[in-house]
Structure formats: structure tokens, C-alpha cells
């Protein structure tokens, strides 16, 4: 079972935003404050590929092709992560995951969540 619940997503125009939401509400809050969270995507016929990282350190990481349109977030208290997707494109189309990988003391497991569809169209 999924031990990251995910919601959000659905149908929008291009050009419009937005906001997948995570919460890790099966992950004490001492592992989740040091994980790294992110979001990857999967479009049919292509490889699950990262989107966004954000590091305990506050640190992100994004891919190029949403860099400038797309922000990840975090609410340690409430185990919350985000995916604001502004600017939305055609090519952002695809089931997006959110991933929780515990650093230091508890490395070694990944978390999923269990997908969300976002479909943009033209």
C-alpha cells in the first residue's frame, strides 16, 4: 500500500495551473523532516522521469522543462508536500508520483504515493 496519499490533479487548459498535493500520513514526522521529497512523472510510451526535489536543507532541484513554471513545497508540521504547476502545457500531461527518500539514519526505503493523472489540453 501507497504510505503517500496524493490528491489534486485532474483536466485543465493549457496555460492554466495546478496544485498536487502529498501527505505522508503513515511517516513520523523525525523521518519525514529529513527526506527528501519529489515529484516524478510517467507519460505513456516514455520513462518515469523527476520533476522536482526539495531537500531538508531547503534546496530544490527542478527539470528544465518546468523550471520557471512549476514549484515544490513542503509543510514539515503538517507532512505535507506540494506541486504548484503554473503555465501549463500540452507536454505536462502524464500521471504524476510523489517520492519521500529518507537521508542519514533511515536511508535505504523510498516511498510512493500511488499516482495522479494531470491531463493538459491544447
Known amino acids: 500500500q501507497a504510505q503517500l496519499v496524493q490528491s489534486g490533479g485532474g483536466l485543465v487548459q493549457a496555460g492554466g495551473s495546478l496544485r498536487l498535493s502529498c501527505k505522508a500520513s503513515?511517516?513520523?514526522?523525525?523521518?519525514?523532516?529529513?527526506?527528501?521529497m519529489a515529484w516524478y512523472r510517467q507519460a505513456p510510451g516514455k520513462q518515469r522521469e523527476m520533476v522536482a526535489a526539495l531537500h531538508p536543507n531547503g534546496s530544490t532541484n527542478y527539470a528544465d522543462f518546468v523550471k520557471g513554471r512549476f514549484a515544490i513545497s513542503r509543510d514539515n508540521a503538517k507532512k505535507m508536500v506540494y506541486l504548484q504547476m503554473d503555465s501549463l502545457k500540452p507536454d505536462d500531461t502524464a500521471v504524476y508520483y510523489c517520492l519521500g527518500r529518507p537521508n542519514g539514519d533511515y536511508s535505504g526505503r523510498d516511498y510512493w504515493g500511488q499516482g495522479t493523472q494531470v491531463t493538459v489540453s491544447s
Open positions: 503513515r511517516i513520523i514526522t523525525s523521518v519525514f523532516t529529513v527526506s527528501t
